[in-house]
């Protein structure tokens, strides 16, 4: 089954990689979506595919990067749509 998951990552997050890692971890995983710093400093992701990929880049957002401290992990499931070729960043 494919599903949709809304991201938001909070803590040390910015400035120590965390979007770069999560391309990367993406792509290992065949997740299609996209990641992007938000002004107030969380991280948020777009991530689409098979589940257990999916929940594995969710589970892996709760640690991240080794130079990263996640303080919270939000989670918002939506329907799957299926609209990416990839993954990447988002400015």
């Not at 792509?27 to 002004?39: D, E, I, M, S, Y």
């Not at 880049?57 to 609209?83: F, H, K, Q, T």
Request: charged share 25%; with cysteine; net charge positive.
């Amino acid at each position: 089954m494919k599903i949709r998951a809304i991201v938001t990552v909070s803590g040390l997050v910015q400035g120590v990689a965390f979007r770069h890692h999560t391309v990367l971890r993406a792509q290992q995983l065949k997740v299609a979506g996209w990641v992007r710093n938000l002004p107030n400093g969380d991280v948020q992701g777009c991530f689409e595919g098979d589940e257990p990929s999916v929940q594995a880049l969710v589970e892996w957002c709760r640690l991240g990067p080794s130079r990263a401290r996640v303080d919270r992990v939000i989670v918002e499931n939506e329907p799957y749509r299926g609209e990416f070729d990839g993954f990447d960043v988002r400015y």
